[in-house]
Structures are given as structure tokens and as C-alpha cells.
């Protein structure tokens, strides 16, 4: 019970910084909001014994990609005109977009409404092994390079990350005197 | 069960108190969250109450380093309160929020340092079974809460509204942001040894310490810890000369106070986490493990003053560095990191792994250890001829264009 009540505080938590980064006129702020919004989503994974997701959700996200972002907005020179509208002209269609995909997922999850743990009658979920949650990791790491599962995906993704940063080289590599 | 004092004096030096008292206790809803927050309140208030110890340390031996004789005057001979008196001035100084500062980011940062500081606390092993939380991915969380407290600094530079501080946060962030890769890489040796990233199995796993199995994996560790931590030689982010005082100039009073106070409770738990993961933690040549006949744990004991004696040393060490040795420049600093402390490190994450696999399985520890040290030596020996040969390389460019120089003067003249 009391987790339930956690649970949903920090959903609550997330959805309203996630509604600060889109309404907030200083982009600063907003990205700040935004990092807490990742906090909030690590704080989920906690609750979902998921710790190794919201670990990575902690490094990746707000140690690494906000700080990228936070950077951008520094570099950008109007940021602090707070006059302008954070809202552009197509609020219609985002609407429309967003309410479908809630469609879908209400709809997904309404599929496998036998499956809710509430109640604690006939039906309800069992509660989940403690040894599948500890020994997760380690799972994780052994699918990763198993190539009965996820190796192909993973070193596809390698690669990608491989060629992204010898891009980045290439693009920030000083011009030699002939090519300019 | 009734609560006996006797018995409870004896779970203190026992160090198992938490379990005493949930059996006095019983199993009620109310005890695990009340025992639990129990031990939080411990943890913090142990790593805000250790920092008066470390500042009166600091002060006293970079006094010793410098001919001086350090506080002496607060608290008898040895100054020992002098913490205490520097802390109430702090407290009762104005606390000034300058003009023009973004308010939300300038009040949150210290705050969110000293939190971020505390929270890492969680994981560290202080004795047998004395650990905040075992958690399976307790170096891993070490590392993401670390990384959190990238972003306070950006936060008190962004939000000062002043041109050093935030100087000071981008150097800050481009500093951390790097050292974070070869940091990250050298813990992952370990974690290889260990066969996981729980700190607690990570100590148990050091039959041998692991200082000695991967040493060259330890001293990089420990350079790029002391980068994170922006503690000399590393301390370009609040270089007086060049910056004035880096993130948090504009900070007074007791907010300033508490960045000084997140540095030096990260400062410790470095130490602690270096302790942790090479120096074997609170283990002291099995001694940890004695029970006395009548089933007394007093290894417990033993293995936290093992823990707090190899932890301090590793911190009086940090005070010697900071004490001898001068600071880098910012670009030796980019260079010295991207070009030679991860390419090192990969190689010995590659070789380590290698290695260890090499290995047949049910191996014997000490045999495990000299293989990975003979092999870590060999990687050691190998990048020491790179550097020579590259370095004789730059000499001799360096002569041939001075000679051609001195004979293009020579037939001026």
C-alpha cells in the first residue's frame, strides 16, 4: 500500500516537471525541470526493482545528456528572453498525438487486465522471486553477449556508437592549410 | 525477548544493534522502516560530524608539509576545536544572494551537493555486515550519484550570475565530465576480479587486495579520483590566480559552507571507495572473521578500525599531494587524460579480462593474483617504452630544428 502511494507520488512528480520543461518560458529552468523529470523516471525503476535501469537512467541521463543539454542552451545567446511563447503553432496535432498514444496504451493495458496485481484474492499476482531480481544483472550481462539473445542488437548499436564518434572527429578535426 | 542493557552495550561493540533490536522488537510493521531510518540518520550525520575531523587533519598536516605548526591555540595544544569555532563563524556570517542570480539554481546547488555527497555513503562497507545498503549495483550507483553532483556545480556557476563562477562550472564540468571515463574504466577491473559490482562481495573477493593484483588499475583510480574531487593537482577549478575561486565565489556564509563541506565528506568516501575496492576494506589479514568462545563477534570491531585506519591513511595521502605538489596546466590536464590515463586503461581492462578467462576455472587466489600482476606489470613495462621512445622522438625534432636554426645564424653572420 504505502508503495502504491510512493509509486504514484513520484509518477505525479514526473508528469509535472515534464509539464514545467514544455510550459516554462526560461529555457534554463526547463531543462533543470527536465533533469528532474529523468529523476523522477530513475525514482520508478527503483520502485520497479529495476536498479541497474535506474542507475543507468542516473548516468546517462542527467549525468551525461542534460549536461550536453545544459550546455547547448548556454551556448545559445537568446536564451534568457523569457517574453517569447514556448508553445509553436501546432498544438492541435501534438494533441491528437498524444492522446492517441495514451489510447494505445490504455487500451494495451486494459488487454491484460487479468494480469493487475491488485486485490489479494484469486488471480492476484504472486509476489515477485527475490533471487530473479538480485541475480538481474548478471542475466543482463550474460544476454548481452549470449548469442542466443541480444548480441546482434548490441553490437549493431556499437557499431553506431563507433561510427557517431569517428564523425565527431572528423567534423571537429582542424582543416589543414591546402583545404581552406 | 525483553530489552536487556547488558545485551545491548554488547550488540554496540558487536555492531550489530539493528539485529539485537529487531529481535527485541519482534516482527512488527513499524520496526524495518523505523530501524531503517535509524541507520540513515547514523550514516549522514557520521559523514557531517567526520568533516571537523578532517578539516583540524587538513590543517595540521599541510602545517606539518610547510614548517608550520597548524592550529594551536582553539581547544587546548593541538587546536582540536578549532573546527568547531571556524564552523560558527561560518554560521553566523550573512548569507548574501548577489543581484541578478538565477534564485532557484543558486539556492538549490548547496544542497544538492552535500546530498549527492551524503548519498554515496549508502553503499560503503564500514565492517562486517555494516553496510547502509547492499545493493547488487553498488559501485554502479557510486558512479551515477557521482555524476549527479556534475550538475550542482553547474548549477551554483550557471546561477551565481558572475563571469569566474561560471568559468569555474565549465572547467569544473569539462574536468569531472572527463575523468569520469578513465575512473569508470579502471573500476571496472575490479568488478571483473570480483565477479560483481556489490561493494560488500567486492571486499570478499579480496583474498588478496586488490592493489597488488591490478596496482597500475589503482594508481589510475586513484589520479582520476582526485581529479573528481578537484583536489590538487587537479584543482584548476577554483585556481586562485586564474579564476578567483571557481563555481562558488559568489557563495557567503553557511552556503559556502556547504560546498566546503560536500568536498570534504566526497573527499573521504573517495578514500573510503579506494579502501573499498584495492586495499581490501575492513579486511585485516582474517582477523575480521574471530568470534571469542562465547560467540562474541569481536572481528566486527577489528574490521572497522582496519576500515577507518586504511581509509584515513589513504586521506592523509591526499593531503600529502595536495601539499607537494604544484597544479596542471588545463590543457596538460585534457592531454594527460584522453591521451594517455583511457587508452591505458582500456588496455588493461582488455588484458585483465583476457586473462582472467585464460584462467582454468577453481584456480587457487594467490596464483589468480600473480598472473594478473605479472601481466599488469608487463602492460605497465610496455606503455613505459611507448612514452620513451615517443618522448626521445619530440627530443630529437627538437634538436635537428635548433641545429638548423644555429646553422642558418651562422651563415648570416
Known amino acids: 500500500m504505502i508503495e502504491q502511494i510512493i509509486f504514484i507520488v513520484i509518477s505525479l512528480f514526473t ?35 529495476a536498479g541497474f535501469l535506474a542507475m543507468a537512467q542516473l548516468l546517462v541521463y542527467i549525468g551525461a545528456i542534460s549536461i550536453l543539454i545544459i550546455f547547448a542552451i548556454m551556448l545559445t545567446r537568446r536564451m534568457m528572453q523569457t517574453e517569447e511563447s514556448p508553445f509553436n503553432s501546432q498544438p492541435g496535432l501534438a494533441g491528437i498525438t498524444a492522446v492517441s498514444v495514451f489510447a494505445v496504451i490504455a487500451f494495451i493495458f486494459w488487454q491484460m487486465r487479468e494480469f493487475w496485481p491488485l486485490g489479494a484474492g484469486e488471480g492476484a499476482m504472486p509476489p515477485a522471486d527475490k533471487s530473479i531480481i538480485l541475480g538481474s544483472v548478471a542475466k543482463l550481462g550474460e544476454y548481452f553477449v549470449s548469442p542466443d539473445a ?31 | ?57 587538513e590543517r595540521k598536516v599541510i602545517a606539518r608539509f610547510q614548517d608550520r605548526i597548524g592550529p594551536n591555540r582553539v581547544g587546548g595544544k593541538y587546536g582540536l576545536l578549532q573546527p568547531v569555532a571556524d564552523a560558527l563563524k561560518l554560521l553566523t556570517k550573512e548569507i548574501i544572494t548577489p543581484s541578478g542570480a538565477d534564485k532557484w539554481a543558486y539556492n538549490l546547488a548547496p544542497f544538492l551537493i552535500v546530498i549527492t555527497a551524503l548519498m554515496m555513503w549508502a553503499v560503503m562497507p564500514f565492517a562486517p555486515g555494516v553496510v547502509g545498503v547492499d545493493l547488487n549495483v553498488g559501485l554502479f550507483y557510486v558512479l551515477a550519484i557521482s555524476s549527479v553532483s556534475v550538475v550542482t556545480v553547474l548549477l551554483a556557476g550557471w546561477g551565481s550570475n558572475n563571469k569566474y563562477a561560471l568559468l569555474g562550472a565549465f572547467r569544473a564540468v569539462a574536468q569531472m565530465v572527463s575523468y569520469e571515463v578513465p575512473m569508470i574504466l579502471s573500476l571496472l577491473i575490479p568488478i571483473i576480479l570480483a565477479r560483481s559490482m556489490s561493494s560488500v562481495d567486492i571486499v570478499k573477493a579480496q583474498t588478496v587486495p586488490f592493489a597488488i593484483v591490478v596496482p597500475i588499475s589503482a594508481l589510475i583510480f586513484f589520479i582520476s579520483s582526485l581529479a573528481e574531487m578537484g583536489r590538487t593537482p587537479f584543482d584548476l577549478l577554483e585556481a586562485e590566480s586564474e579564476i578567483v575561486a571557481g563555481f562558488h565565489i559568489e557563495y557567503s556564509g553557511m552556503k559556502f559552507a556547504m560546498f566546503m563541506l560536500a568536498e570534504y565528506i566526497s573527499a573521504l568516501f573517495m578514500s573510503g571507495l579506494f579502501t573499498t575496492v584495492f586495499l581490501g576494506g575492513y579486511r585485516f589479514f582474517g582477523l575480521e572473521m574471530i568470534k571469542t568462545a562465547s560467540g ?19 586521506f592523509v595521502v591526499l593531503v600529502w599531494i595536495r601539499g ?37 576455472v577453481g584456480v587457487n587466489d594467490w596464483t589468480r593474483a600473480g598472473v594478473h600482476l605479472v601481466s599488469n606489470v608487463v602492460v605497465g613495462a610496455v606503455t613505459l617504452e611507448i612514452l620513451r621512445r615517443n618522448g626521445r622522438k619530440q627530443r630529437t625534432a627538437h634538436e635537428e630544428v635548433r641545429e638548423n636554426a644555429d646553422i642558418e645564424t651562422a651563415a648570416a653572420h
Not at chain 2, 303 to 314: D, Q, T
Open chain 1, 15 to 49: 508528469l509535472m516537471m515534464g509539464w514545467i520543461v514544455v510550459s516554462n518560458n526560461n529555457l534554463f529552468h526547463a531543462a533543470l525541470a527536465l533533469m528532474a523529470s529523468f529523476l523522477g523516471v530513475a525514482g520508478l525503476y527503483v520502485m520497479l526493482d
Open chain 2, 296 to 314: 562474541f563477534a569481536l572481528g566486527n570491531l577489528i574490521g572497522l578500525i582496519a576500515f577507518f585506519v586504511k581509509m584515513f591513511v589513504v
Open chain 2, 324 to 360: 607537494t605538489l604544484p597544479r596542471f596546466r588545463i590543457d596538460q590536464m585534457m592531454d594527460f587524460n584522453w591521451k594517455f590515463l583511457v587508452p591505458l586503461s582500456l588496455a588493461l581492462i582488455l588484458v585483465a579480462a583476457l586473462v582472467d578467462k585464460a584462467l582454468p
Open chain 2, 1 to 57: 525477548m525483553s530489552f536487556s542493557f547488558l545485551e545491548f552495550l554488547k550488540s554496540l561493540v558487536e555492531l550489530t544493534t539493528g539485529t539485537y533490536l529487531r529481535q527485541v522488537w519482534g516482527a512488527k510493521p513499524w520496526v524495518d522502516p523505523t530501524l531503517d531510518a535509524i541507520g540513515v540518520i547514523l550514516v549522514a550525520t557520521f559523514g557531517l560530524l567526520i568533516v571537523l575531523v578532517l578539516i583540524w587533519l
Open chain 1, 150 to 180: 541480444f548480441v546482434l542488437p548490441f553490437e549493431v548499436a556499437s557499431v553506431m556508437l563507433l561510427a557517431a564518434l569517428i564523425g565527431s572527429i572528423w567534423v571537429a578535426w582542424p582543416k589543414t592549410e591546402d583545404e581552406s
